[in-house]
């Protein structure tokens, strides 16, 4: 299963799956039509902008403004909101001129990595209510709108630190 992934990213598939905080619910951030089922999912506002797990500090680097340094920070715990070099670069992930990035400190980035695409990052729950760190948690209609489920037990997690200009935000 674990080296299909890349495959099944490229598939438009929808994961739930572990970061080093909390479950996530993610797909290829390239594919539109995946990106607003996930919205769906979440029953979350279409407007509303997304994360993502960024392939490469190289990918980071040529498609946004970096303001930080980002080898401080990724791969952790931490999404880095970027000005985008072009406004209208992933604007169904963000509608605005910036988009968080991250690269999580997990085995399972490296798999999503390996597909070379941006990839969605948002917690695995019903918009506004609380993040998991369980699959048994997550809701029954949560389940059943995703593809795979990647189960690493339980997670230790709070929701990453945010960093915008270059400072740590408390959420």
């Not at 299909?4 to 290829?28: E, M, Q, R, S, V």
């Not at 979350?44 to 303001?67: F, M, T």
């Not at 999404?79 to 990035?101: A, M, P, R």
């Not at 969605?120 to 489920?149: A, C, H, M, R, Y």
Request: hydrophobic fraction near 35%.
């Amino acid at each position: 299963m674990e080296k299909n992934i890349p495959k099944y990213i490229l598939a438009g598939k929808i994961f739930i799956y572990p970061t080093d905080t909390i479950y996530g619910i993610g797909c290829d951030a390239t594919n539109i039509k995946a990106v607003n089922k996930i919205k769906e999912i979440k029953q979350r506002d279409a407007g509303k902008p997304l994360s993502i797990i960024a392939p490469s500090i190289e990918w980071i680097k040529e498609n946004l403004i970096v303001d930080c340094d980002l080898e401080k920070y990724l791969p952790g715990p931490y999404t880095i909101i970027l000005k985008k070099k072009n406004s209208k670069f992933l604007s169904h992930v963000s509608s605005t001129d910036s988009l968080g990035v991250r690269i999580p400190n997990h085995e399972f980035t490296k798999m999503i990595q390996k597909a070379g695409l941006p990839f969605i990052t948002t917690s695995v729950n019903l918009s506004g209510e609380s993040f998991i760190t369980k699959i048994s948690d997550i809701s029954p209609e949560i389940l059943e709108g995703v593809d795979q489920v990647i189960d690493y037990g339980e997670l230790n997690g709070n929701p990453s630190t945010l960093i915008i200009n270059g400072k740590e935000v408390e959420r």
